[in-house]
């Protein structure tokens, strides 16, 4: 269907003079439509407009990840007063606690899993609408080869992990979860190098899609930093919004830093219409999600540090599991939200 889309749309921009075309971006998914800004004719004024509104929204989830961590922290103190007893009372109350910490996060871990999974599928699918009609006025504007041959690329790219996700990484979430329950439960080394191989088999994966998508984003020359910092994006808060996304993205920050700059230099010069509003669109479908992962993200993590100062090493270290469950998550609907930003920065910075 996409491929149909394309090739209409090529059609007719080549048909059509370049100043007689219009290009309107597709309408946003129906759970982006409440943080969808008003204004959208400017970038900046709606990503701030998207900001605030994502994260007023924020009190519910972090009442509920409150609530899961003050659950947790009490079922490990009470595992820490009953480590004063030896035998079978011990083990006991070590199965206990990693029984109750499980049952406690896993409820809220289950649904933020499939809020993500959710997250990715409607970003890849409005990538599907977006792209062809960047392509089209991209090439309307004389670019019909290197439009074609971008919309290709980053269908293939998106496609692969995309479906990557949603078939596999996602699901081995829920083996590393259970895995680490296990883990915590019963103290196996073996478990924990299952555990272990699990994780390094998603971050890995990961790692990989984006070190080839930045790669062949940087041999056309779009991932580069030869085309200098735009005055609206000066160098500081360039390098200091790097930085962030490569503290605050688990896992594949790092390469997802260096990607953004592509957005971060290009945000300032968006002229066409039809790309801000699908930007704006994307950032709408994905800010919420992301950040409400997020917070259950740091507060297990701040969670897992206070137990660690009085609870058992096991019960904490399934704490911790926990909370890189939540940062696997984070990686994988920030990788599929920048991959369509830094595609559709592409067709912008042809189009002008």
Known sequence: MSKLILAVALIFALAIPASAVE??????????????????????????????????????????????????????MMVSLLQSFSGNVKTVANLVGATAIAAGVLLSANSLIRLGSQTVTEISEYGKLLLPVMTAAMAAQGGAASSTALYAGTAVFDSVLSSLISRMLGPMVYLFLALSAANGAIGENILGKLRDLVKNVVSWSLKTILTVFTTYMTVTGVVSGSYG????????????????????????GGILSDASEAVLVSAGLMKNAAGIYGILAVLAVFLSPFLKIGVHYLILKLTAAVCGIFGEK???????????????????TGSE???LLISTVCFLKGVG
């Open 23 to 76: 290009f309107t971006a597709p309408q946003v998914p129906e759970k982006g439509a409440e943080l969808m800004p008003e204004d959208t004719g400017s970038f900046a004024a709606g990503l701030m407009e998207l900001l605030r509104d994502a994260v007023w929204g924020l009190r519910p989830d972090l009442k509920e990840a409150s609530k899961v961590s003050l659950g947790v922290i009490a079922a490990v």
């Open 229 to 252: 910092v735009n005055p609206m994006t000066d160098a500081a808060a360039l390098k200091a919004t790097k930085v962030t996304i490569s503290s605050v993205v688990p896992v594949v």
């Open 314 to 332: 096991g019960l904490t270290e399934l704490i911790g599991d926990f909370s890189t469950a939540m940062g696997l998550l984070l990686a994988m």
């Open 337 to 339: 939200c920048l991959l």
